[in-house]
């Protein structure tokens, strides 16, 4: 083979140079190549983000006590003691007498009470297990019952009344009996303060001083919401004793009773009580009707015709000379 000549091997390097660039030309640079997905494991939290916000609250914690004690306030009472259960702190922290305090007036819907005896949660499932006299001493006799609700008693003094009119004037206790037979009224002294839960029950009567007996009464059963709670109560010990009772022997068109706090019986909210056009039911209406307030509760059921109602008033005292701890308003046809 010959020898190149210099302009052969110049034309040659220039091929070789032109190929080079066109190769580069063809190629993606760098800087636009798609990098590859690294793959992030389940423990990768290191997003800007999250750290700032990590960082910026350092000293926040799950287990703040004012913070789940805010929270208590929303929830419910079996909502609260399924997360007490979650662990040994939520339990400590759940089961404050002062959550359980709140939970309970607030579910009530009453104010701040006096002192009490018992636990605020074991009040508060005492108030709403679904328990009441009747069912707990005497099943056999119960028929029905429906949760009016719950007032406060402030005062150490009970008018009970089976006629919604306002009184001209609180009986005193030498006149007690002849203002019964003639208004319907009477009023019960020694009654302890504090909150109060009312129902009303339809019962088959227990006793009946009556000849001719329909079998069946309607009941007004307010209840101090300690008495379940007492081992007096729950053994039988207190009984309930007759008050008073009262014959209507003339129709009457409906079975109405009430029980007011002598101190707020002028109140505005108690009147409401009075306005029975705003509650009672119309003519026609056969289902009972409840109304109440702050310091008052009463009853009504429209009736058929009838020869009139036989009232009693019964009350419950804590032992021999105690305060009373429940009171009872029946009623029953003639």
Same mark, same amino acid.
């Given at each position: 083979?010959?020898?190149?000549?210099?302009?052969?091997?110049?034309?040659?390097?220039?091929?070789?140079?032109?190929?080079?660039?066109?190769?580069?030309?063809?190629?993606?640079?760098?800087?636009?190549?798609?990098?590859?997905?690294?793959?992030?494991?389940?423990?990768?939290?290191?997003?800007?983000?999250?750290?700032? %916000?990590?960082?910026?609250?350092?000293?926040?914690?799950?287990?703040?006590?004012?913070?789940?004690?805010?929270?208590?306030?929303?929830?419910?009472?079996?909502?609260?003691?399924?997360?007490?259960?979650?662990?040994?702190? %939520?339990?400590?922290?759940?089961?404050?007498?002062?959550?359980?305090?709140?939970?309970?007036?607030?579910?009530?819907?009453?104010?701040?009470?006096?002192?009490?005896?018992?636990?605020?949660?074991?009040?508060?499932?005492?108030?709403?297990?679904?328990?009441?006299?009747?069912?707990?001493?005497?099943?056999?006799?119960?028929?029905?019952?429906?949760?009016?609700?719950?007032?406060?008693?402030?005062?150490?003094?009970?008018?009970?009344?089976?006629?919604?009119?306002?009184?001209?004037?609180?009986?005193?206790?030498?006149?007690?009996?002849?203002?019964?037979?003639?208004?319907?009224?009477?009023?019960?002294?020694?009654?302890?303060?504090?909150?109060?839960?009312?129902?009303?029950?339809?019962?088959?009567?227990?006793?009946?001083?009556?000849?001719?007996?329909?079998?069946?009464?309607?009941?007004?059963?307010?209840?101090?919401?300690?008495?379940?709670?007492?081992?007096?109560?729950?053994?039988?010990?207190?009984?309930?004793?007759?008050?008073?009772?009262?014959?209507?022997?003339?129709?009457?068109?409906?079975?109405?009773?009430?029980?007011?706090?002598?101190?707020?019986?002028?109140?505005?909210?108690?009147?409401?009580?009075?306005?029975?056009?705003?509650?009672?039911?119309?003519?026609?209406?056969?289902?009972?009707?409840?109304?109440?307030?702050?310091?008052?509760?009463?009853?009504?059921?429209?009736?058929?015709?009838?020869?009139g109602i036989h009232v009693k008033y019964h009350a419950m005292r804590a032992g021999p000379d105690g305060e009373v701890v429940s009171i009872r308003i029946s009623q029953q046809l003639l």
């Amino acid at each position: 083979m010959g020898r190149r000549s210099r302009s052969e091997t110049k034309a040659t390097e220039q091929e070789d140079n032109f190929a080079r660039r066109k190769r580069s030309l063809n190629t993606e640079p760098p800087k636009m190549r798609r990098p590859m997905r690294r793959a992030k494991t389940i423990c990768s939290c290191s997003s800007p983000s999250s750290s700032t %916000f990590l960082n910026a609250h350092s000293n926040f914690s799950w287990f703040e006590k004012d913070l789940w004690t805010e929270v208590a306030k929303f929830l419910d009472g079996r909502s609260l003691v399924m997360l007490a259960v979650t662990s040994r702190w %939520f339990n400590r922290t759940l089961m404050e007498d002062c959550i359980w305090k709140y939970v309970c007036m607030r579910d009530l819907q009453v104010s701040t009470p006096c002192h009490v005896s018992f636990k605020w949660i074991d009040l508060y499932a005492a108030a709403f297990d679904g328990s009441h006299s009747y069912n707990f001493h005497q099943q056999e006799k119960h028929i029905d019952w429906m949760r009016i609700g719950a007032f406060s008693m402030d005062s150490s003094a009970a008018f009970l009344t089976e006629r919604l009119q306002f009184p001209a004037r609180i009986p005193d206790e030498d006149e007690a009996h002849n203002f019964l037979q003639s208004t319907g009224c009477c009023v019960i002294n020694n009654v302890k303060k504090g909150i109060w839960i009312a129902d009303l029950q339809l019962v088959r009567c227990p006793v009946c001083d009556l000849n001719t007996c329909d079998g069946t009464m309607q009941t007004l059963d307010a209840r101090h919401i300690e008495l379940f709670l007492n081992k007096e109560y729950r053994n039988g010990s207190w009984k309930y004793e007759l008050v008073g009772s009262h014959d209507n022997q003339m129709h009457a068109d409906g079975a109405s009773g009430a029980i007011f706090d002598v101190e707020h019986l002028r109140d505005c909210s108690t009147s409401a009580v009075f306005n029975l056009k705003s509650w009672v039911g119309k003519p026609m209406d056969w289902q009972p009707r409840a109304v109440i307030t702050l310091h008052a509760v009463a009853v009504n059921t429209n009736l058929q015709k009838n020869e009139g109602i036989h009232v009693k008033y019964h009350a419950m005292r804590a032992g021999p000379d105690g305060e009373v701890v429940s009171i009872r308003i029946s009623q029953q046809l003639l």
